[in-house]
């Protein structure tokens, strides 16, 4: 299984590195594209119907300013939507990417993480998979166990 990471510009990968980054971490394949909404909207049609018959097990899709990308790559996949606001040159603030993405019409579900929230947008792909792949849930898990024993040193070391 893989997870596509897509983005509406080139501006934005600096931002998706971070999901391609911690998914390779965890052992999955991707698949990465610049598909855009806007410029592109035959590519977006058929990038979105099909990626379901390429091994697709989920879409992470980053889009800046009207941000319109992961809405209407889930209008018209099956597969779940992870939607990564992105702070853009035109955005007002990243607010406009992140209630472009946030405020989807009832039906067609996009969940959507922080800010240039990649990192996390892979972490959430990845459990997705692992909810059927022991061996990527394992690796999450351990991931997780990593968090935990970071924060515990830390507060060690604070306390020398």
Same mark, same amino acid.
């Given at each position: !299984?893989?997870? %596509?990471?897509? !983005?509406? =510009? *080139? =501006? @934005?990968? +600096? ?40 091994? *697709? ?9 009207? %941000?319109?990308? #992961?809405?209407?790559? %889930? ?8 939607? &990564? +606001? ?5 955005? *007002? @603030?990243?607010? @406009?990417?992140?209630?472009? *993405?946030?405020? !989807?019409?009832?039906?067609? #579900?996009?969940?959507? &993480? ?10 959430l792909a990845a459990q997705i998979i692992g909810s059927s792949d022991k061996a990527v849930l394992d690796k ?6 990593? $968090?935990?024993? %970071? &924060? ?5 070391? $604070?306390?020398?």
């Amino acid at each position: !299984m893989k997870i %596509a990471i897509i !983005m509406g =510009s *080139i =501006s @934005d990968m +600096p931002v998706m590195q971070e999901a391609i980054d911690i998914l390779k971490e965890f052992g999955i394949e991707t698949e990465v594209d610049i598909v855009s909404a806007h410029r592109t909207p035959e590519k977006l049609f058929d990038f979105s119907k099909n990626a379901h018959t390429r091994g *697709i097990a989920a879409i992470v899709a980053g889009a800046g300013g009207a %941000a319109h990308l #992961p809405g209407m790559v %889930a209008s018209m996949s099956p597969l779940p939507v992870i939607g &990564v +606001p992105v702070k853009s040159s035109n955005s *007002i @603030d990243g607010w @406009d990417s992140v209630l472009s *993405i946030l405020q !989807m019409p009832g039906g067609v #579900p996009v969940a959507t &993480v922080a800010l240039n929230g990649a990192k996390n947008a892979g972490i959430l792909a990845a459990q997705i998979i692992g909810s059927s792949d022991k061996a990527v849930l394992d690796k999450i898990i351990a991931y997780k166990e990593s $968090l935990k024993q %970071a &924060v515990l040193k830390a507060s060690e070391n $604070l306390k020398k």
